[in-house]
């Protein structure tokens, strides 16, 4: 495992909302270009079952919504680490992104408002609170 910085799974079996059918998505992120190259889709008993390799710099992408497949983020466990301080990366950007997508919704709906009601419109970070002029 020396190759791997983070194995995590995410979907359904994260979310405690597995059925008999649903498949088992893993995902882990390479710390070498070795590692980069494993990625394999197979079936046991009736069960998908995925595993996929995703680059820092993609869950970066995915943090600041750059980039489809936030479950990835929000909904996944993590089963391994090669060390507390990728541990720490990993959930560093997890919890970046709540910020991140919070923002984005309250930028959207401050866009929208200043469209709808023609009046400026700011965002209290503080308190984020959007406020209406």
Not at 24 to 33: A, N
Not at 60 to 73: C, E, F, G, K, N
Not at 103 to 110: E, N, Q, V
């Amino acid at each position: 495992m020396n190759d791997v910085a983070i194995f995590a799974y995410y979907g359904s079996y994260a979310t405690d909302e597995a059925t008999e059918n649903s498949d088992i998505d893993f995902f882990y992120i390479p710390k070498t270009e070795k590692s980069n190259a494993l990625s394999i889709q197979f079936i046991v008993d009736g069960i998908g079952i995925d595993l996929f390799p995703i680059s820092w710099d993609r869950i970066a992408r995915i943090v600041s919504l750059d980039q489809p497949l936030t479950s990835v983020i929000t909904k996944s466990k993590v089963l391994y680490a090669s060390s507390p301080e990728e541990k720490e990366k990993y959930f560093f950007l997890k919890r970046d992104w709540s910020n991140c997508s919070l923002m984005k919704i309250l930028i959207t709906c401050c866009q929208k408002v200043r469209i709808i009601w023609r009046k400026p419109v700011q965002i209290c970070l503080v308190c984020n609170k959007v406020m209406v002029q």
